[in-house]
């Protein structure tokens, strides 16, 4: 039972929390992938801002306006 809760990770000697650690582990992974898409598939990344904001003003009142 003692898995299921986080441990402390001692990082240049203060306390971190394991799921801390691997919150910054997923935030690198995605901003890696949206630079990659970026810059190699911008098409891509267009259809998935569009999607995201289409997604985003089916549950808002008014629709997001762009820059």
Do not use: K
């Amino acid at each position: 039972m003692e898995s299921v809760f986080p441990h402390d990770i001692f990082l240049f000697g203060i306390p971190i929390r394991d799921t801390i650690i691997s919150t910054w582990i997923m935030m690198a992974g995605i901003i890696g992938i949206i630079l990659f898409l970026r810059h190699r598939h911008p098409n891509v990344m267009e259809t998935l801002i569009s999607f995201i904001s289409s997604l985003v003003t089916d549950f808002m009142d008014h629709p997001i306006e762009p820059y």
